[in-house]
């Protein structure tokens, strides 16, 4: 399973676009690239999903280099409800079984302020 | 609303007590998971079915068991509660094949004494 490194914790203010690099050497053919975002005392939440180039939807974009081996998610003028941890996720997903389950790592801590 | 329904939310049981964690979804998902998280920790896979009438370990199996009642429901036993059972545990579900999340429930908070 691939191993997935991003940063402890950011710091931002509101208004202000937040970049979250997460490195993933050992992604695989056929892995997608998730991330989750997750409120105290609440499940993780599906953000957005990629496997290469650039996605966007509604919350945030997803940009992936071509040799796949990091990503970085946007969060375009965050807001202080945006204040959460953040995961990245390698594996193929909605699999579980040897195909690779997702592996949920201790994510990065945004702290958007005002 | 669609989504994956935990009960109870919270517990608090003494060490060897046993305790069942239900968890339910409703979008005709094949694969359920059940995940503990513990402070300031990210979350760890304790047992996983990859459809109905399938169950295997993950990272965290020992002191658990696990049942795939149907398409629908994946139980979560503890035979004998231990204090290092103490977390929060998230069932969660998702499609097979594609490009698809997991949907998450909303956690029972366990304390063992």
């Known amino acids: 399973l691939a191993k997935t490194t991003q940063p402890i914790s950011m710091d931002s203010y509101e208004g202000q676009e937040v970049n979250i690099t997460c490195s993933h050497n050992?992604?695989?053919?056929?892995?997608?690239i998730t991330w989750y975002q997750q409120f105290p005392s609440q499940g993780p939440r599906f953000i957005i999903q990629g496997y290469k180039t650039k996605v966007t939807n509604e919350v945030a974009s997803l940009f992936i280099p071509a040799d796949r081996k990091s990503s970085t998610l946007s969060l375009p003028r965050v807001s202080l409800s945006d204040t959460a941890v953040y995961y990245c996720?390698?594996?193929?997903?909605?699999?579980?079984?040897?195909?690779?389950?997702?592996?949920f790592g201790k994510g990065t801590k945004l702290s958007v302020k005002p | 609303n669609a989504g994956v329904t935990q009960t109870p939310k919270f517990q608090v049981l003494k060490t060897g007590q046993s305790m069942t964690l239900q968890c339910a979804q409703d979008m005709n998902h094949n694969s359920m998971y059940w995940y503990r998280q513990d402070p300031g920790m990210g979350l760890r896979l304790i047992y996983y079915s990859a459809s109905e009438g399938t169950t295997d370990k993950g990272e965290v199996p020992n002191g658990y068991n696990v049942s795939r009642l149907n398409k629908r429901e994946f139980s979560l036993r503890l035979e004998s509660a231990a204090p290092s059972q103490t977390s929060v545990y998230f069932c969660a579900s998702s499609e097979g094949g594609g490009p698809y999340g997991y949907t998450f429930g909303s956690g029972t908070r366990l304390t063992v004494v």
């Open positions: 050992n992604i695989a053919t056929n892995d997608y």
């Open positions: 996720l390698v594996g193929v997903s909605g699999r579980g079984g040897s195909q690779g389950n997702l592996i």
